[in-house]
């Protein structure tokens, strides 16, 4: 039986994935290169390996597609969030310490998060340029996150752990230091090294913040 031939230039689908999850991951590298304006459903067909029918199929026009994007880097965070979160809520009924330590454990699962999906970052970077523009991607997909670390700590507050009149700002200046700390490294900045002072860095800032004399 002879098989149908591909059209030159189109890239092979990858088969041992659903399609949805190709023409995602495809969209979001796009949309995390160009921003939304750039980038064209025929682009992301072609990306995909698939056609423009197929696309629209799984996710609608180009807007549901974008916001399909968002919403696929948000689950994922929030997956990893939501466990180190509620493993440092349980730690503060064992003190100060124990609290702190949790709080680093934390920060540790959101920067590896970052470092290893650089095209949240990105995606994000985009969207941020026009501020007005596409806003309830922020209510559905980052402030969710931020205010479920700013409760985190604000119940430590409560707990005597640590002291923190402000942990809306603190969780924002902590996110944008991270999203910051990823753009070095995809402008080049030396790899290994970037990522063991990035850390020490935000560890530091945390004992500062809430080390034992700050209570």
């Given amino acids: ?79 990893v969030l939501t466990e180190a979160a509620e493993q440092a809520r349980a730690a503060l009924d ?26 949240t970052t990105a995606l994000w970077l985009r969207r941020w340029l026009e501020p007005q523009r596409h806003a309830e991607l922020d209510q559905r997909y980052a402030d969710p996150l931020y205010r479920l670390v700013a409760e985190l700590l604000g119940a430590a507050a409560a707990a005597g752990a640590l002291a923190e009149p402000t942990p809306h700002i603190t969780v924002r200046s902590l996110v944008w230091a991270t999203h910051g700390h990823v753009v070095a490294l995809a402008a080049g900045a030396p790899g290994a090294r970037e990522r063991r002072e990035f850390r020490a860095f935000v560890h530091r800032l945390l004992d500062g913040l809430y080390g034992p004399s700050t209570p």
């Fill in 1 to 79: 039986m002879t098989m149908p031939r591909r059209r030159p230039g189109r890239p092979r689908r990858d088969e041992t994935r659903p399609t949805r999850e190709v023409v995602l991951t495809a969209a979001t590298a796009l949309f995390a290169e160009r921003g939304f304006d750039a980038v064209g459903l025929r682009e992301v067909a072609a990306a995909a390996g698939v056609d423009v029918a197929t696309v629209a199929h799984h996710t609608g026009t180009k807007a549901a597609l974008y916001d399909a994007c968002f919403a696929r880097v948000f689950d994922a965070e929030r997956e």
């Fill in 94 to 119: 064992a003190g100060p310490d124990a609290a702190r330590r949790a709080l680093h454990e934390l920060v540790d699962v959101f920067v590896d998060f970052l470092e290893d999906r650089p095209e």
